[in-house]
């Protein structure tokens, strides 16, 4: 069975600290998927990692993948009360499916 | 409108009672996704229609039935329901082709869903 675990699951933290979420998952996948939810929204995609090696920056976000280790990560360079939302990985196991981690929520203090 | 819009947002309903969830993407996309998202799971996903025909089915049981009339719309219709299927429930739709890219999930707004 597929799984894809995050951690931490909840994470608060100071404006201008750093901090990384991980996310490792149990099979194969080529892509890996990082999306934003904010309380009583919907889901909001960020990045698309699509190799081995990938890297993406977005603002005050960067995310990386490594398929050999099966890990992901969002790394959060100087956080700011903006970034306080509920953040998800998932992996696309096949072209019409995708599961997702558990979900981290973030949550950042001045 | 853009994007992927559902209806209603938020819908409570007894046990006996018959409903519908309806969504509609304006994306052009070509396969559309039921995902439940409750407290204490993970997102859950529920049905997936790819060109219209569906390719997946959790697990889900019979009392959620999903309906497909086109690429761009698509429905869960709810009867007999439980307690336990209170959740949000969020559509999303995508474009699959040959690059992978494509694939990113949009996702709808979500109707809140409470069964009394």
């Known amino acids: 069975e597929l799984k894809v675990e995050q951690n931490p699951l909840f994470l608060s933290m100071q404006e201008g600290k750093n901090y990384t979420i991980y996310c490792n998952y149990s099979?194969?996948?080529?892509?890996l998927y990082w999306y934003r939810q904010d309380p009583g929204k919907s889901l909001e995609s960020l990045f698309v990692?699509?190799?081995?090696?990938a890297v993406k920056q977005e603002g005050r976000l960067m995310a990386s993948l490594d398929t050999k280790a099966r890990l992901s990560t969002l790394h959060i360079t100087a956080a700011v009360h903006d970034l306080s939302a509920t953040y998800f990985c998932?992996?696309?196991?096949?072209?019409?499916?995708?599961?997702f981690g558990a979900g981290t929520r973030l949550t950042v203090k001045p | 409108e853009t994007g992927v819009t559902q209806t209603p947002r938020h819908l409570v309903m007894g046990m006996t009672n018959k409903k519908s969830l309806k969504c509609e993407q304006h994306?052009?996309?070509?396969?559309m996704y039921w995902y439940k998202q409750s407290a204490k799971k993970p997102l859950e996903l529920m049905f997936v229609?790819?060109?219209?025909?569906?390719?997946e089915n959790n697990s889900v049981p019979s009392r959620f039935s999903p309906e497909c009339p086109n690429s761009s719309h698509l429905f869960l219709h709810l009867h007999t329901l439980q307690p336990e299927d209170s959740a949000l429930y969020l559509c999303?739709?995508?474009?699959?082709?040959?690059?992978?890219?494509?694939?990113?999930?949009?996702f709808g707004p979500g109707t809140r869903l409470l069964v009394l």
């Open positions: 999303a739709s995508s474009h699959i082709t040959t690059g992978p890219e494509s694939e990113t999930q949009y």
């Open positions: 099979t194969t996948s080529d892509r």
């Open positions: 990692l699509l190799s081995n090696g």
């Open positions: 998932a992996v696309a196991p096949d072209v019409d499916d995708m599961r």
């Open positions: 994306l052009g996309h070509n396969a």
């Open positions: 229609y790819n060109f219209k025909e569906q390719t």
